[in-house]
């Protein structure tokens, strides 16, 4: 398959996909993130939105809220959820809004999907224009020194009559700008099984680089990654919540 194949061809499942994620509590996080850091503003931008979940969220909030993507089955579903929302067909390295904007953000490590560090930094810039003095952008990231390739989280769901059970793990090789993201989804029925694999190309940096990539643009922030609580990043951890604020 090729790299956005999977996300494609199962769109119709991508929320069961990711059904054990706590959307509620990652948007709640981030908004008190931007309470605390922001300049008080409400129009709010997700980046890789997927089918949306986030944007309902920040609308529930009192956000004018807006999503992109790149791909439109997606985007569809988001529109479905959200049809207050607008969203949009793009490619988060290079954005563009009508109107800036408080709050973007972007979950679920999706900032790594930017194809190479040139890419990523193209993002950054997109965002810092797209902002408002004092807005915020905010994302999950894990550095590429920390990831263990023999690690997967695994979870079931039910649906239909099927047993689906979903695995993904990151893959380093321990050098280059390049990791990747492994998915299998096996679908079992009572009369066939179906196994679908994946490897999303993704973008590898490490926090010192990714700090310095965004210190021409923004006042950074980073936190631990729990969304049940706001607390400083340990310096140790290779998972973090960067909160960056245009300056």
Same mark, same amino acid.
């Given at each position: 398959?090729?790299?956005?194949?999977?996300?494609?061809?199962?769109?119709?499942?991508?929320?069961?996909?990711?059904?054990?994620?706590?959307?509620?509590?990652?948007?709640?996080?981030?908004?008190?993130?931007?309470?605390?850091?922001?300049?008080?503003?409400?129009?709010?931008?997700?980046?890789?939105?997927?089918?949306?979940?986030?944007?309902?969220?920040?609308?529930?909030?009192?956000?004018?809220?807006?999503?992109?993507?790149?791909?439109?089955?997606?985007?569809?579903?988001?529109?479905?959820?959200?049809?207050?929302?607008?969203?949009?067909?793009?490619?988060?390295?290079?954005?563009?809004?009508?109107?800036?904007?408080?709050?973007?953000?972007?979950?679920? #490590? @999706?900032?790594?999907?930017?194809?190479?560090?040139? +890419? =990523?930094?193209?993002?950054? /810039?997109? !965002?810092?224009?797209? *902002?408002?003095?004092?807005?915020?952008?905010?994302?999950?990231?894990?550095?590429?020194?920390?990831?263990?390739?023999?690690?997967?989280?695994?979870?079931?769901?039910?649906?239909?009559?099927?047993?689906?059970?979903?695995?993904?793990?990151?893959? #380093? @090789?321990?050098?280059?700008?390049?990791?990747?993201? +492994? =998915?299998?989804?096996?679908? /079992?029925? !009572?009369?066939?099984? *179906?196994?679908?694999?994946?490897?999303?190309?993704?973008?590898?940096?490490?926090?010192?680089?990714?700090?310095?990539?965004?210190?021409?643009?923004?006042?950074?922030?980073?936190?631990?990654?729990?969304?049940?609580?706001?607390?400083?990043?340990?310096?140790?951890?290779?998972?973090?919540?960067?909160?960056?604020?245009?300056?």
């Amino acid at each position: 398959m090729s790299a956005n194949a999977l996300y494609t061809d199962l769109s119709d499942y991508y929320d069961l996909m990711c059904a054990d994620i706590d959307y509620q509590a990652q948007s709640s996080s981030i908004h008190r993130l931007h309470q605390i850091f922001g300049n008080k503003g409400n129009t709010h931008l997700d980046l890789a939105c997927g089918t949306g979940p986030h944007v309902r969220h920040f609308i529930n909030y009192g956000y004018q809220s807006s999503g992109l993507d790149i791909n439109q089955p997606m985007l569809d579903r988001a529109t479905i959820r959200c049809p207050e929302a607008q969203f949009s067909l793009q490619n988060m390295s290079e954005f563009v809004v009508t109107e800036q904007l408080d709050l973007i953000t972007c979950f679920l #490590y @999706s900032i790594h999907y930017c194809d190479g560090i040139d +890419k =990523l930094k193209e993002c950054i /810039v997109s !965002a810092h224009k797209a *902002l408002k003095d004092g807005g915020i952008f905010c994302f999950n990231v894990v550095d590429k020194n920390k990831i263990d390739s023999d690690s997967f989280v695994e979870h079931t769901a039910e649906n239909e009559n099927s047993l689906f059970t979903f695995r993904s793990g990151w893959s #380093y @090789s321990g050098s280059g700008e390049k990791q990747s993201l +492994k =998915l299998s989804i096996t679908k /079992v029925t !009572a009369d066939d099984t *179906l196994v679908w694999h994946d490897e999303h190309p993704m973008v590898a940096l490490g926090f010192a680089e990714l700090k310095e990539a965004l210190k021409p643009y923004f006042e950074i922030h980073v936190f631990a990654h729990d969304y049940e609580k706001i607390t400083a990043w340990d310096e140790r951890s290779g998972n973090a919540i960067f909160a960056c604020v245009k300056i």
